[in-house]
């Protein structure tokens, strides 16, 4: 069984930064692209941004490319989301995922492919 646990979501300013880490544990964190998704009140999921197995490719979200950056360490099985120029959009829970049946390449955009999820961690930037 697969668990994931995210943490690190708080309370910033517009124009701030913060660092999302997802832990894995159950199976070998390698063998899995991950991905990061958020939801805001009212809204469905929304993808984020994506990373391969080893963590040599990654894709992003319009929304967030150039701001954020979705990184892994597969020795401490942590996938992390470093997250700058904040802004009030960006406010939502995010959830880290890990999507179990991808055999190559980042991890899928639609969150129906996902296998695995975490409970999410709230992320508030005030304007």
């Known amino acids: 069984q697969v668990q994931l646990a995210e943490s690190g979501g708080q309370l910033v300013q517009a124009g701030g930064s913060l660092r999302l880490s997802c832990g894995l544990s159950g199976r070998t964190f390698s063998s899995y692209p991950m991905g990061w998704f958020r939801q805001a009140p009212g809204k469905e999921r929304a993808f984020v941004a994506a990373?391969?197995?080893?963590?040599?490719?990654?894709y992003y979200a319009d929304s967030v490319k150039g701001r954020f950056t979705i990184s892994r360490d597969n020795a401490n099985n942590t996938v992390y989301l470093q997250m700058n120029s904040l802004k009030p959009e960006d406010t939502a829970v995010y959830y880290c995922?890990?999507?179990?049946?991808?055999?190559?390449?980042?991890?899928?955009?639609?969150?129906?492919?996902?296998?695995?999820w975490g409970q999410g961690t709230q992320v508030t930037v005030s304007s």
């Open positions: 995922a890990a999507d179990v049946a991808r055999l190559g390449g980042v991890g899928r955009t639609n969150p129906s492919s996902y296998d695995y």
């Open positions: 990373v391969s197995r080893s963590g040599g490719s990654t």
